[in-house]
């Protein structure tokens, strides 16, 4: 390894280039170009078979190194032909070039097997997958990149027309542009190799964490004008509110991603037609029936007030009779697997309204979550506990009825996205009312029991953590709910239990807490 070099900072003539790409959109101008300002084409394959049926003149690859192409492919610019001639520093290493007969490669064209397509693909196999990996194209385009005082590597096609503008204007390729160039190629390898990673990954939580993600766009604003923010996309995701369909509105901003998703994540659980609104991340109504308009009544009565500028997210197809509901109520956001033509000829009068189609349902939650902290990331599975009546343990005097069970699950999922302390109160698959985000339980049990609508008694208030005080119940008694849900697992457990029985509340408890902070 050299000490102390120095990179070449002046602009670079090219005099000869190496094409290998899988990908050759526009490959064929960008070789015209090149050899009519005399630069000698070296290229492999598929790409050398191109430009020479295009009249172009090429050197294949196994005549320019004197050694064929082998193991199907596997093996063709993995040389020291070609290496030497892309990763020699001009200044220092001539002798040694001279003396291997080794000839200068200035300019690198190269794209990559596709193996993020092959991947994607429903029916691939391991094997496939495998066969996708590029081993030579990366070997190229690192050496070219990092020799960028003296070779320019291009990656991505759409960069070529910046290229030949340099190559036209016959004054060399600028250092300025060499930097940005290769700059991009250290990212595409990275990402490229990190989808490799992902893919193989065999654990939620490896010894060494890779993620790619790509911008997806730039956003107006973060969650306040004054900070900037985009959004970026995994390149494995086939799912979420990034890969739908924005049928009309105006562009999501931050909080509408995170809200929508929030959404989409909480109705996406139910197995009934179902409707869940959230405002500020937390949701303000959900419920489940038999038909998805009569979900989304009652999710939007169970606090009209706070849906007011919401976002609501349905399982199910949105009706037209859901389309006139929202017609003359003011929503940021409908999301929805499809739409009527009808719901879609109603929404349109409303221009601002984001009216969002989803690809999919199927695996929107993903298996982790992660989540930054400042000089590194907190990564966790994803909450997958259900309540049934299984897991419950009654632990109170007052049995809970066997016909309740179904609005427990319910209340339980929807209980997993309420900002903690959480608590919900919820009858016959719905929500009656929602305490989020306090500090202290209590306070969290009084505004859900300020929030509830409709009739209270009889329905069921759950907590995402344990009761530490009596206190609470106290005032559950006060509001006629008779079935308690909680976790357990406080040392005051017995007190609480104690203070059930004195009211004739039934309790039981989880097992597991649900903590969303």
């Known amino acids: 390894m050299l000490k102390n070099p120095i990179i070449n900072t002046e602009p670079t003539n090219i005099k000869r280039a190496l094409i290998s790409v899988f990908d050759k959109k526009n490959v064929i101008e960008l070789a015209t170009c090149l050899h009519e300002h005399g630069v000698e084409i070296i290229s492999s394959g598929g790409t050398a078979s191109e430009i020479d049926s295009n009249g172009i003149p090429v050197i294949e690859v196994d005549e320019y190194t004197g050694f064929p192409e082998i193991l199907d492919g596997r093996v063709k610019t993995l040389n020291p032909f070609i290496a030497g001639g892309i990763l020699n520093l001009r200044d220092i290493h001539s002798m040694q070039t001279r003396e291997n007969k080794i000839n200068n490669i200035d300019l690198v064209i190269c794209n990559l097997y596709p193996f993020l397509e092959t991947i994607i693909q429903d029916d691939v196999s391991y094997a496939d997958a495998l066969e996708n990996i590029d081993i030579g194209g990366p070997t190229m385009i690192r050496a070219a990149a990092k020799n960028v005082g003296w070779v320019c590597v291009v990656v991505d096609p759409l960069d070529y027309k910046e290229l030949m503008s340099h190559i036209r204007n016959g004054t060399g390729l600028p250092f300025d542009y060499r930097s940005k160039m290769s700059r991009k190629a250290f990212s595409i390898t990275a990402e490229y190799e990190s989808t490799i990673s992902q893919f193989m990954a065999n654990e939620h939580l490896p010894d060494t964490l890779n993620l790619t993600f790509k911008k997806f766009q730039d956003l107006r604003y973060g969650e306040n004008p004054q900070q900037m ?13 990034l890969n739908s369909t924005i049928h009309q509105g105006k562009d999501l901003s931050y909080n509408n991603i995170m809200d929508a998703d929030a959404a989409v994540s909480c109705v996406s659980e139910f197995k009934q037609p179902g409707c869940v609104v959230i405002k500020h991340a937390n949701p303000c109504g959900a419920a489940v029936s038999d038909n998805v308009y009569d979900s989304f009544l009652k999710a939007l009565n169970a606090d009209r007030l706070s849906a007011f500028g919401g976002i609501v997210a349905l399982n199910r197809e949105c009706t037209t009779e859901i389309a006139k509901e929202l017609s003359d109520f003011f929503i940021e956001i409908i999301v929805a697997p499809s739409f009527t033509k009808e719901s879609l000829e109603i929404f349109s009068s409303k221009k601002n309204l984001r009216v969002i189609e989803l690809v999919s349902l199927d695996g929107f939650n993903d298996k982790t979550s992660v989540r930054n902290i400042n000089g590194g990331l907190l990564l966790q599975e994803t909450d997958t506990f259900t309540v049934d009546a299984k897991s419950l343990k009654i632990v109170t005097d007052s049995k809970i009825s066997p016909n309740t069970y179904g609005t427990i699950e319910f209340g339980w999922t929807v209980l997993k ?34 929030k509830a609508s409709g009739d209270i008694k009889d329905s069921i208030l759950l907590s995402d953590a344990f009761f530490p005080f009596r206190d609470s119940i106290d005032k559950i008694a006060k509001s006629g709910i008779r079935c308690i849900i909680q976790p357990g697992g406080s040392k005051r457990d017995q007190e609480v239990i104690d203070a059930c029985n004195e009211y004739s509340i039934a309790m039981a408890f989880t097992g597991a807490r649900c903590f969303n902070h």
């Open 229 to 241: 923010a985009s959004v970026y996309q995994n390149n494995l995701s086939t799912t979420g509110i």
């Open 417 to 450: 996205y309420i900002k903690s302390n959480g608590i919900l109160i919820v009858k016959n698959n719905a929500t009656l009312g929602v305490g989020a985000g306090q500090v202290s339980r209590v306070d969290s049990v009084d505004i859900a029991i300020t």
